[in-house]
């Protein structure tokens, strides 16, 4: 949830003064980060993680216990110094949050990150421990997203997905994480790329990346000059390439493995297509970032992609995830006579949009509704 975090610090900064990260699991201190916390005045507190103990789900459950303890101990000590507590990431139902509301402070929840599993996503796809996690993440957030003040989401159609209507008098529309043009932009026109269509993204079952393995034969039969690159690390990594060899189209994928942010750029300038066909979704950072780098996205409608996308005008949706319903959405693409359009009105989205600007008004008036009579 690092991600989350420090795109939402950079956001407030300067909105806000001071400002407090308490923190579990993670040392912001330690992480690359593309402000100076220093320079802008940001106060940073860190609550050091223990040991982890992830041989038994007890222990495990007494590790976060302990963490959330020691959070709620920090929130304590600087309670006369802060106005608004906000709980980023996944909105844990925690000692922090029932202490925040006895000291009578105003609490928001970022739902960007909620771990809600979509309709979509069968049982099938999790391991015993991902199941009592989801079980057990799913019940706390629905705590504290009532206790909450504040609940903010990517859009509206995130807030059907996670299926937050009954707390629409709560709901504040914030966007979502912002995108920096001065990394993400064209640097090679559309018309001058090879047809090369890509994943980007976790290999996980919930991604929906073996769909997209298994849609590659289909592709290559139709379209003899089509490449693919698959971007990222995961559980599945093994098995993708067993599936590439087997299915004898390896020759036509290039695997990256883990590419740092900062080197993802050059890698999506590369692609004409950017294939998400993922069960469950927020608002993903790298539909974003490949719609800056002008690149046509091809995406399944969940969480906040429908408002980002309109098919056919910024990009393209894809109703049927599977192989099948994948290569048939590719053709249509191919089809299609106005993709250097499509992709020129994508970027516009972006500038609009989502640009730091644009993310830091949206935060503005956020808080400002948070913190009314």
Known sequence: MEIFLLNYLELVCPLCSPIFAITGGMNLGETRCPISFKDLGLKLHYVKDVRPLWW???????????????MAAELFRIRRAVDVVTFCGTAYFSPSILLAKALGKKTSVLAWGLQYLSKEK??????????????????????????????????????HFL???????KISING??????????????????????????????????????GA?????????????????????????????????????????????????????????????PS???????????????????????????????????TGFILEDNSPEGISESVSRIIDNQNLTLIAKQAEKVVEKEYVYEAMVRKCAQSLAELVSP
């Open 279 to 313: 069960y469950s979704e927020g608002l993903p950072g790298v539909v974003q970032e490949a719609m800056s780098c002008g690149v046509l996205v091809l995406a399944t409608k969940v969480g906040a992609i429908p408002d980002m996308i309109t098919d056919g005008e």
């Open 122 to 159: 069968t049982p099938a796809m999790l391991t015993t421990t991902e199941r009592i996690d989801q079980a057990t993440v799913k019940l706390s957030e629905k705590v504290a997203l009532r206790l909450a003040d504040q609940i903010d989401v990517e859009s509206e159609s995130a807030t």
């Open 56 to 70: 038994s789900v007890m222990l495990r459950g007494f590790k976060i216990l302990i963490i959330e303890l020691k």
């Open 216 to 276: 590659i034969p289909l592709l290559i039969q139709r379209f003899k000059d089509l490449r693919f690159v698959i971007i990222g690390e995961g559980v599945l990594q093994e098995r993708i390439t067993d599936e590439l060899e087997r299915k004898n189209v390896s020759n036509y994928v290039t695997c990256t493995g883990w590419v740092p942010h900062e080197a993802l750029p050059r890698y999506l300038n590369d692609l004409k297509i950017l294939i998400l």
């Open 163 to 169: 299926g937050l209507e009954e707390y629409a008098e």
């Open 176 to 213: 979502a994480p912002y995108i920096d043009r001065d990394l993400f932009f064209p640097t090679k026109p559309f018309d001058e790329r090879n047809n090369v269509i890509g994943y980007v993204g976790r290999l996980h079952e919930s991604k929906g990346i073996m769909n997209f393995v």
